[in-house]
């Protein structure tokens, strides 16, 4: 059974950072690409960043580059987003995802999903 869980969320001054933690397990790990999404109220579901199964290739949204960075250990079986410089508009629930094929940003091509963490940023 895959289980995908994130970790790290929590309240934030805007300027300050955040590392969420998806800690994977059930799948073999190395062949996945791992993503990071996230979703606001009234919102859809957007894509924040991905990162290749063996973590040589990473792409993130225009929103965040600069910003946040994606990075996994495949000895963990773990895949981290930190997140600096945050802003209010960042505030939504953060969920990783897995993909056996790397370089999508649609959340409908991702296989497996955790259950999220809440990340608010106040103003």
């Known amino acids: 059974q895959v289980q995908l869980v994130e970790s790290g969320g929590g309240l934030v001054q805007a300027g300050g950072s955040l590392r969420l933690s998806c800690a994977a397990s059930?799948?073999?790990?190395?062949?996945?690409?791992m993503g990071w999404f996230r979703q606001a109220p009234g919102k859809e579901r957007e894509f924040v960043a991905a990162i290749s199964g063996n973590g040589r290739l990473s792409f993130y949204s225009d929103s965040v580059k600069g910003r946040f960075t994606i990075s996994r250990d495949n000895v963990v079986n773990t895949v981290w987003l930190q997140m600096n410089k945050l802003k209010p508009e960042d505030t939504a629930v953060y969920y990783c995802a897995a993909d056996i094929h790397y370089g999508r940003s649609d959340a409908h091509e991702y296989d497996y999903w955790g259950q999220g963490t809440q990340v608010t940023v106040s103003s």
């Open positions: 059930g799948l073999t790990f190395t062949i996945y690409a």
